[in-house]
């Protein structure tokens, strides 16, 4: 022990020696010899040698599902437009919406000459009717909160939002009338997740930050730098709840609501641990996560982030928070697409979030399509309609939308609907309702009560993904019927009506298998407003399949598509939400009127 405090003595001592006089903070070096610097006066210059690979545009038009446009002037956000079309970002998400009259207002912002550009989700309104600056007399503390908030959804979807948007602010800022953080699985907000899964619409949630953040501000904090400069972003004090209480408690929020997706921002904020994230992707279904601001993390570790990219490619979605400039684009492709190696994640010459470089995962292209813009289009209601029309102006994305695209996008749909067979076994001899999101928003307790019929509807699915499903979520149930819906969204994305019929009767054939005697029930391609150019393509799809139904007499299908147009011959707006794509109450009470009789017949029994 004597012996090294000598050695260390020495050192000291010649290292002083060494350094002779040191200037003042901020005094020039003449770089002839060394000096004392302080910690963020440390910029180091890498002088590694290796090829790059900076990139200003997307490999394919991609979703910005994390935009925050909220304080920008029309002229701001045609500046912003101005990025996304240079970057190749087709559609761009604002999270910025809230809630009444002030959600029509954003949207009408943002749609102003650019209608096919931007989406919006609504935020979670605390404060209702209460006064801003007297937390005491905020909404969240009414016993009836949640209902009341979730008629604001509903008012709000019905205005055109398309999710709800949570900020950190809940289990880290609202706090109740004695002062004490509401945690985020307080049962006050149950009835605000159900209703979000009843709308069909993802709730998007930054739960926490950075997990350095929670950590004292001292020599071993990775994020010292970013700290030093912003001390008040620290939650290591006060009665903050801990990192991994505020991800336990959303964790069981997600755990608690199957039916409802959330999306989980800044890589669930957990992008330090992506074992433990994606350990929690296998346990929830109904969990997705975006990368906003969290390239840093996720570069930094190469072959662990490139495994996950592709273990749950059909579960992550690009954002980038706020509006960057293109430098701050340049990087976030240059990770997903190049294998580049040590480029830095910005190009600030104070590193905002630590004092590293990243490198490129060199994602394959069917990965890259689901990450850039395919899961968005399943996930948020609006999108796909946004890209489709985005693809007719813009010839060479409408040729990647026709492109054959891989089922697995769904897969952890699929998995959802196996975990709940898992919890309750298929009953044999009912009915089952399979397609996309005009069977998946179908409440079919609501419309067939008390028969127990399945719904098994996924996303914004086409026919031969049915077809490719369904020996796993339709024929463990061994229904006597199965209503099947599909051909709306193969339309929108190209194909023509044979290669739908060819998909369903495929579908047909892989049911016949295992099922001869189960009837097949075709619910015909509906006209919307939203897409009444292909409505003759509808038209001809749906001929062919009856064709195909009149030859067989386990095959049927029933005219639901005429009774939803008006007199003037064009879709009946009282049918339809305000997207004019998706059923309203009453147009599934139409369906349920004139399907009623088929499935009351012997065989759906």
């Known amino acids: 022990m004597l012996r090294t405090r ?39 210059q890498p002088a590694l040698k290796v090829p790059l690979h900076p990139l200003t545009r997307a490999k394919f038009p991609c979703v910005n599902v994390h935009f925050h446009p909220g304080r920008l002037s029309a002229e701001e956000l045609d500046e912003a437009l101005g990025v996304m079309d240079q970057a190749n970002i087709a559609v761009s998400v604002s999270l910025d919406g809230l809630t009444g009259s002030r959600f029509a207002d954003h949207l009408q912002l943002l749609r102003e000459g650019r209608p096919d550009r931007f989406v919006a989700f609504v935020r979670m309104d605390y404060i209702g009717d209460g006064d801003a600056n007297d937390p005491a007399t905020w909404d969240v503390h009414a016993p009836d909160f949640g209902l009341r908030m979730a008629d604001r959804l509903t008012e709000a979807v019905r205005n055109g939002a398309c999710g709800l948007k949570l900020l950190k602010d809940l289990g880290l800022m609202i706090r109740d ?55 008040d972003w620290s939650f290591h ?49 109904n969990m997705f996560v975006e990368f906003a601001a969290r390239i840093s993390e996720i570069g930094r570790q190469p072959f662990t982030a490139r495994d996950f990219f ?7 979605l690009f954002g980038t928070d706020g509006v960057p400039p293109m430098t701050e684009l340049i990087p976030h492709f240059q990770m997903l697409e190049t294998r580049d190696e040590y480029f830095p994640y910005e190009d600030d010459p104070f590193p905002p979030q630590g004092l590293w470089n990243i490198y490129g995962l060199d994602l394959p292209d069917d990965v890259l399509r689901q990450v850039y813009f395919e899961n968005a289009a399943r996930l948020i209601p609006g999108v796909r309609d946004a890209l489709a029309r985005y693809g007719e102006r813009h010839p060479e994305f409408a040729a990647v939308l026709r492109q054959s695209r891989s089922p697995a996008r769904w897969e952890s749909d699929i998995r959802e609907f196996e975990e ?135 095959l049927e299908t029933v005219d639901l598509a005429t009774p939803l147009l008006g007199s003037d011959g064009r879709p009946d707006a009282a049918l339809f939400l305000d997207d004019r794509l998706h059923l309203s109450p009453a147009g599934y009470a139409l369906w349920t009127q004139r399907l009623l009789p088929l499935l009351d017949s012997p065989a759906s029994r």
């Open 310 to 316: 592709l273990r749950h490619q059909d579960r992550i």
């Open 6 to 44: 000598r050695l260390m003595s020495g050192l000291l001592i010649a290292i002083a020696g060494y350094c002779g006089s040191l200037p003042a903070r901020g005094e020039e070096p003449d770089g002839a010899a060394p000096r004392r610097l302080y910690l963020d006066e440390f910029r180091p």
């Open 420 to 554: 709940q067979d898992r919890q309750s076994p298929p009953r044999p001899g009912g009915v089952l309702f399979t397609g996309s999101s005009s069977v998946r928003m179908w409440n079919l307790e609501e419309s067939f009560p008390g028969r127990g019929y399945v719904n098994r509807g996924f996303g914004g699915c086409e026919a031969s993904d049915v077809a490719h499903f369904a020996r796993r979520i339709v024929l463990p149930h061994r229904p006597a019927t199965i209503a099947c819906y599909a051909g709306d969204n193969d339309l929108a994305s190209g194909k023509s009506p044979q290669q739908i019929a060819d998909d369903f009767l495929r579908f047909v054939r892989i049911v016949r298998e295992s099922l001869p005697e189960t009837r097949i029930i075709y619910l015909p391609v509906k006209p919307s407003a939203s897409r009444w150019g292909l409505y003759p393509k509808q038209v001809a799809t749906n001929a062919l399949i009856a064709a195909a139904c009149a030859d067989d007499p386990l």
């Open 177 to 231: 009338r004695e002062g004490r953080l509401i945690a985020p699985d307080d049962s006050r907000f149950d009835a605000v997740w159900q209703r979000a899964g009843e709308l069909g619409i993802p709730v998007l949630w930054h739960c926490a930050d950075p997990v350095a953040f929670f950590h004292p501000i001292d020599e071993r904090n990775e994020r010292w730098e970013e700290l030093f400069r912003r001390p």
């Open 237 to 285: 004090r006060g009665d903050f709840p801990s990192h991994d209480e505020l991800i336990e408690a959303r964790k069981r929020v997600i755990a608690r609501h199957p039916e409802t997706r959330f999306i989980c921002a800044h890589f669930a904020d957990i992008p330090e641990d992506l074992a433990r994230l994606s350990r929690d992707l296998d346990e929830l279904p």
